[in-house]
Each structure stands twice: as structure tokens, then as C-alpha cells.
């Protein structure tokens, strides 16, 4: 099986960080166990990958992308060309269905 390079690099920086970690608490004259405290510390990854992850599902959920906002108008016809655009004052040309912007209000159609 293929393990990448950034996976084998990556996992000997995490290697490398948890040996720094240990080495300076145990400079604090706590005494620790280092593959505990490795299992502590990958826990606390672990739980830092799900709080982002849940954080960005959450923001996504929450934006309006121009393709499912009421103000998009797909066959619009505006300076004699027909184009995509935002029909919010002022009309903005929009340069792709997945833009979105402060003021999108999702569409009554989804």
C-alpha cells in the first residue's frame, strides 16, 4: 500500500512534537508517562479535527450560495448580453453559482 510523502512527513513532525512536549514537562519536574501522554495528546487532536470540522459544516449549512439565492437570475439579459447575475441593487454580474455574499437569502424554489 502507497503512503504519501506528506503523510510520512507529517507523522514524523507529530513524532517529533510530541517528543518536545514530553521532554519539556518533564523539564517542569512533572513526571509523565510518555505514551499516555501521546494518547492525551492525539485525543486532543482528535477532538480539535471534529470541533473544526463540525464548525465548517455548520458555516456551510448557513451560506446562501448564488445558485440557491433568490436574487440570482441565470438567463438575465444585461447590456445587450445575456449573463448570470445579481439582481440585488446594484446588478452585479456573477462570476460563478457557487459566490455568495453577505446578503443572500435562500430562494423559496429549493
Known sequence: MYTSVIDIVEGDIRT??????????????ISVDKEELIRALEYD????????SDGVAARDAEIV??????????????????????VKEPYEPVRAEDFFCKDGERSDND
Open 45 to 52: 487532536r482528535d477532538q480539535y479535527r471534529a470541533g473544526y
Open 65 to 86: 450560495r448564488c445558485k440557491d439565492c433568490k436574487w440570482w437570475k441565470s438567463n438575465f439579459t444585461w447590456n445587450g448580453k445575456e449573463v448570470k447575475v445579481c
Open 16 to 29: 517529533e512534537i510530541d517528543n518536545e512536549v514530553c521532554r519539556v514537562i518533564r523539564s517542569l519536574g
